[in-house]
């Protein structure tokens, strides 16, 4: 099969692909009602995979995850990667935006995911919490040392 | 008809497809053959960042077209290149398809098997769902399945949802599916078949009552084969 061959077949899967992530248009000849199908399948299934990876923020969220991923999804759709880490991060800026408050764990949790997802330089990122005791939480990602993190405790207000 | 039997000589008989939340289920079936465990289930680091990415996105229609064929094939063969094991093909349960198919979808999987000379991981679910999703007749499909080639046999539980049937393993497995079961055993003696569910896990009492619902009808197909 010559190259040209591969890459015009590969062009028209990544449309297929932007089609059902990313509400593109579908390449000519699909069924529409099953396209939309195909969509809110794996947008079902990219919300169970981002619910299992950030347990925090799926805890905070309770009862509105499925709604609210679901918004998140048709709106800004998935990340180029379409993996779940960040896909979550990407569902908690979201929600951020979105003006949607979380608890404290579902903020630790993201922040770790985000430092996580930093492979170069110097990283630092604080987060002011309030359990169990005010305190600042910060991250510190540095090449070779990996991740840091310390909290300092803040005075009572 | 000589039944077509698998290059797998091993009798695997009913397995499972292995999840932290059944492990305990799991271990109370005393008749379980074997289990699958799929690295996504032993940590994320277990895959690398672009598998994780591919079954994110779903599984991939392919057009069922010589041009598409011939790709795969090649890709089948870079693979069986670069892994010091057999490989065994799934082929997917698709809501949508792409338009013009040269040919449908047993003489696609047929061949690609053919070319490849890789085993079938037959997933039962699949064609009950393309039968029904997109109108033929599944047992006829199944017939023409390359079923000596079988590796095992999945099967899967799903969910009819606004006229179109969802595969999702996370629901029962349905009757239908377990009729094919049932239809493939009369006609081939696959080495082993084995559930998969994925999550919504259900009891453990569930769970087992549906690897019996299985093996029963494993046996129904068996004695039919026998006496034909």
Redesign the interface.
């Known amino acids: 099969?010559p190259a040209r061959?591969?890459s015009a077949?590969a062009e028209?899967?990544a449309q297929?692909?932007a089609a059902?992530?990313r509400g593109d248009d579908?390449?000519?000849?699909?069924?529409a009602a099953?396209?939309e199908?195909?969509s809110s399948?794996?947008r079902r299934?990219?919300g169970?995979?981002v619910a299992h990876?950030w347990p925090a923020l799926t805890l905070c969220l309770g009862d509105t995850f499925t709604a609210r991923f679901d918004a998140f999804d048709r709106g800004a759709g998935?990340t180029a990667?379409?993996?779940?880490?960040p896909?979550g991060l990407a569902f908690a800026r979201w929600l951020e935006t979105a003006g949607v408050v979380l608890d404290d764990d579902a903020r630790v949790e993201i922040l770790l995911g985000r430092a996580a997802l930093r492979r170069h330089g110097v990283w630092v990122r604080a987060a002011r919490l309030r359990e169990p005791y005010p305190r600042l939480l910060v991250v510190v990602r540095m090449p070779f040392a990996g991740l840091v993190q310390r909290s300092v405790r803040l005075a009572e207000r | 008809m000589t039944t077509p039997t698998s290059p797998i000589t091993t009798r695997l008989g009913g397995g499972a497809g292995w999840r932290p939340q059944i492990d305990g289920a799991l271990a109370q079936v005393e008749t379980l053959g074997f289990i699958e465990v799929i690295a996504e289930s032993i940590g994320a680091g277990a895959l690398p960042d672009g598998v994780v990415a591919a079954r994110e996105r779903g599984l991939q229609v392919v057009p069922h077209t010589r041009e598409a064929l011939e790709i795969l094939c090649e890709n089948v063969a870079i693979a069986q290149e670069a892994l010091p094991v057999p490989l065994a093909l799934e082929h997917v349960a698709a809501l949508v398809q792409w338009p013009s198919p040269e040919m449908d979808e047993a003489t696609f999987v047929r061949e690609l098997i053919e070319r490849t000379g890789a085993l079938l991981l037959l997933d039962l679910s699949n064609p009950y769902a393309n039968a029904l999703n997109h109108g033929y007749e599944a047992l006829e499909a199944l017939a023409r399945f390359p079923l000596e080639r079988i590796a095992y046999v999945h099967v899967g539980g799903g969910v009819l949802r606004d006229g179109v049937y969802h595969d999702t393993h996370s629901h029962p497995v349905v009757p239908g599916v377990l009729h094919l079961v049932e239809e493939l055993c009369a006609i081939a003696d696959p080495p082993g078949v084995m559930l998969e569910h994925d999550d919504d896990f259900p009891p453990a009492s569930e769970l087992i009552a549906e690897l019996k619902a299985i093996a029963a009808a494993v046996r129904r197909g068996g004695e039919r084969r026998a006496c034909a």
């Open positions: 099969m061959d591969r077949y028209r899967q297929l692909l059902l992530l579908f390449p000519s000849g699909f069924v099953r396209a199908a195909a399948a794996l299934k990219r169970r995979t990876d998935a990667s379409g993996a779940p880490l896909d």
